[in-house]
């Protein structure tokens, strides 16, 4: 039998196909040194974001079907990777596609022995220790947990806790976004 090429030949029957790209706009740091299309980073951040996803969304609801998140950061200034897993849920969700939760991502590190979230570009360059958590809020599951350096455990946890604590102060603000959006939309259709 002939061999189906392109996408559909990486199609799975049992469930959806998530499909991530991640990149940078060249103009979205300080630095002006130009960045391949595919370099290894994005490719690693596309791969988190595809893991991410695939533990979110309900894909065995879409047999032999693709989806696709692209995501392209305007301006870099720390926590990339969580700004775009806070970006694509929303997208998914305003795309109707059907997930268990909101994933809701941050990341966290240390100042001296001060655990802080949502560290900014400057602080992610102080090279401390830095984790990155994707969390499933409603029922606490991980879809991605990533830490850049040795952390002993007493401070991981502190550190771990503190970007939780941040997942779930931002799925108190998507979720209100959503519920707005949600009563738009119902006045506009009239129901």
């Known amino acids: 039998p002939p061999q ?24 979205s740091t300080g630095e002006r040194r130009r960045r ?15 893991q991410t996803f695939e533990a979110a969304i309900l894909t065995e609801l879409y047999p032999r079907s693709q989806i696709d998140i692209y995501v392209q950061i305007l301006q870099a200034d720390g926590g990339n990777y969580c700004a775009c897993v806070n970006a694509a849920t929303l997208a998914v969700m305003d795309a109707g596609i059907p997930m268990r939760d ?7 590190g240390l100042a001296e022995d001060t655990p802080l979230a949502d560290l900014s570009s400057p602080e992610e360059a102080a090279g401390g220790p830095q984790l990155v958590l994707a969390l499933l ?7 991605l947990l990533q830490l850049s350096a040795r952390l002993h455990q007493e401070r991981l946890e502190a550190v771990l806790d503190a970007a939780g604590e941040a997942c779930r102060a931002l799925h108190a603000v998507l979720d209100g976004v959503v519920r707005e959006r949600l009563r738009e939309v119902t006045v506009l259709l009239g129901d």
């Open 137 to 143: 809020p409603a029922s606490g599951q991980i879809a």
């Open 36 to 50: 391949p299309h595919g370099d290894r980073q994005a490719g690693e951040l596309a791969l988190h974001l595809k």
């Open 102 to 108: 909101y994933v809701c991502a941050s990341s966290a």
């Open 4 to 27: 189906i090429r392109g996408s559909r030949s990486k199609a799975l029957p049992d469930r959806a196909l998530v499909n991530c790209q991640y990149s940078m706009a060249t103009f």
